[in-house]
């Protein structure tokens, strides 16, 4: 089970930490992802990061700009977001998988478990 929290609203140019708690199964090999979706789009990749090594990749879009992070001992996923922009309002989910990690885009069929999502929005 993953359970989201830390979203919220904030103006342009705030920053935001988003949570994620992992529980009910070990993630040890697994690779854990932030995707978002705002209203109308499709579900897209933000940031992948290996539970074990803790090796991180980020869709251009936020590079320099969103950190993922995470703390085993309270397997929590965090996902600190700065600089926010109007376009990175949306719905934000993190998920737990087992494909190998790589330095690309990942695709939400690479992850078999999902969060509820939490909301982030921004104003200009």
């Known amino acids: 089970q993953l359970v989201e929290s830390g979203g919220g609203l904030v103006q342009a140019g705030e920053s935001l930490r988003l949570s994620c708690v992992a529980s009910g199964r070990t993630f040890r090999g697994y690779v854990m992802a932030w995707f978002r979706q705002a209203p109308g789009n499709q579900r897209e990749f933000v940031a992948a990061?290996?539970?074990?090594?803790?090796?991180?990749y980020y869709t251009r879009a936020v590079r320099g700009r969103f950190s993922a992070s995470r703390e085993i001992t309270k397997n929590t996923l965090y996902l600190q977001m700065n600089t926010l922009k109007p376009e990175d309002a949306a719905l934000y989910y993190c998920?737990?998988?087992?494909?190998?990690?790589?330095?690309?885009?990942?695709?939400?069929?690479?992850?078999?478990?999902w969060g509820q999502g939490t909301q982030v929005t921004v104003s200009s």
């Open positions: 998920a737990a998988g087992s494909p190998e990690f790589r330095y690309n885009d990942y695709d939400p069929t690479d992850f078999d478990s």
């Open positions: 990061i290996s539970w074990i090594g803790g090796t991180t």
